[in-house]
């Protein structure tokens, strides 16, 4: 999907909407009109948020279930209150707040033999992961390789976001790639 700069700043304006309604009355934003129907399409987003620079909430859905502006606006709140690695945002953190959204493609299997062809096969700087085997499961989007620039490092720390070995391998293990359209 691509946005038009028109939806993508309305997506902007709907998340940041959605954060500040979290601090005034606790909840994500319900009020999304007016929206364009591409914003009424099924869509899957990820919200990213940054305190001075640094990640302070990173909430997304990785299949289109919802209205994708529905999606922006539930993810925004969720990065901001329900990121269990940081305690819910404060009123006086908001000024320095930054905000991304990443709107993703649909994902597709990456069939590979073994962990050897997988890593010829990865795109760094454009593909987002989901790697997934039993009740192991973790992403990474396409912005990661920023600090993991090669695949083998990549996949290593998307392993151990899985909570599976770095070294591990399975045929079993279910490999999908997605894109990611992203502003902020």
Same mark, same amino acid.
């Given at each position: ?9 309305? !997506?902007?304006? &709907?998340?940041? +909407? ?10 994500? %934003?319900?009020? @999304?009109? /007016? ?65 991304? !959204?990443?709107? &993703?493609?649909? +994902? ?10 997988? %890593?010829?096969? @990865?795109? /760094? ?60």
């Amino acid at each position: 999907m691509t946005l038009s700069a028109a939806d993508r700043q309305r !997506l902007i304006e &709907l998340a940041w +909407a959605s954060v500040r309604h979290g601090l005034a009355q606790g909840g994500p %934003l319900t009020m @999304l009109e /007016p929206l364009s129907p591409a914003l009424r399409e099924p869509g899957a987003s990820f919200v990213t948020l940054e305190l001075d620079g640094a990640l302070r909430g990173c909430i997304g859905s990785l299949q289109a279930h919802r209205p994708l502006a529905e999606d922006v606006a539930h993810n925004a709140y969720a990065a901001a209150f329900h990121d269990s690695r940081f305690t819910p945002l404060q009123q006086q953190e908001l000024t320095a707040l930054g905000l991304q !959204l990443s709107v &993703l493609s649909p +994902a597709e299997e990456i069939q590979c033999k073994d962990e050897a062809d997988l %890593l010829r096969q @990865l795109k /760094p700087g454009e593909d987002g992961i989901i790697l997934e085997e039993g009740v192991h499961r973790a992403t990474f989007l396409p912005q990661v390789w920023d600090q993991l620039p090669s695949p083998a490092a990549f996949l290593a720390h998307l392993k151990n976001k899985a909570g599976l070995p770095q070294d591990y391998w399975s045929n079993r293990l279910r490999i999908q790639r997605y894109r990611v359209e992203k502003f902020g």
